[in-house]
């Protein structure tokens, strides 16, 4: 019995240990976007391997396979920024604002891929908040491409996402990370208004 015990302390003091270390790396790669550089990326690939193990393991189907999406992301990323940066003459950030219309279309798109993928989650798999998890989920994966374009808005998208995960991680007793996604929800606003200011005198250098 003693045993069974300790294996379980040992397992959980594991899972904290890692949501520790996943939780740093994350909350570097936001702070990094936000001041677009380009080390974001490593950073966020680092997590997102760390993440994969814990989500699986804290039955976030979901969010586990989502960790795996950012993975690649954090690839893409990385080689989009670098690419802007070679490219763009100095002083350019590379920044874009996509239309209302267009992000209202993706808006729609994307919540319809939510409740498909909400409906395989609660039917054929075990996943706790299968609906919710599955529309972060669904939203993370549209909002992640947004920042490897630079589109603007991206961080409005991430206020919604990241308050909303607050709610599960709770539930779900990861205390890390819903600290994490406290922090993320008020970066994302002020991330926000730091690159509309970039955005704005990007536009003002280099009027249409």
Request: contains cysteine.
């Amino acid at each position: 019995m003693l045993d069974a015990w300790l294996q379980v302390f040992s397992g959980w003091k594991t899972l904290t240990q890692l949501e520790l270390a996943a939780t740093l790396l994350a909350l570097a790669y936001v702070l990094l976007a936000m001041k677009q550089s380009l080390w974001c990326w490593p950073a966020a690939l680092l997590s997102t391997l760390l993440y994969t193990h814990i989500m699986w393991h804290s039955a976030l189907l979901s969010d586990a396979l989502l960790q795996v999406y950012y993975a690649g992301m954090a690839l893409y990323g990385w080689y989009s920024w670098r690419q802007q940066q070679l490219q763009l003459p100095a002083g350019q950030s590379g920044m874009t604002e996509w239309s209302a219309g267009t992000h209202l279309n993706l808006i729609g798109g994307t919540a319809i891929c939510g409740l498909l993928l909400g409906y395989l989650m609660e039917q054929y798999t075990d996943a706790d908040f299968a609906y919710i998890d599955a529309q972060t989920t669904a939203f993370s994966v549209m909002t992640t491409y947004l920042v490897a374009r630079k589109v603007v808005s991206n961080w409005l998208y991430w206020v919604v996402i990241d308050a909303i995960c607050i709610y599960v991680y709770i539930q779900k007793h990861l205390y890390f990370t819903t600290a994490l996604f406290v922090l993320y929800t008020i970066i994302a606003l002020v991330g926000f208004f730091v690159w509309r200011n970039s955005y704005q005198q990007q536009q003002q250098m280099n009027p249409a």
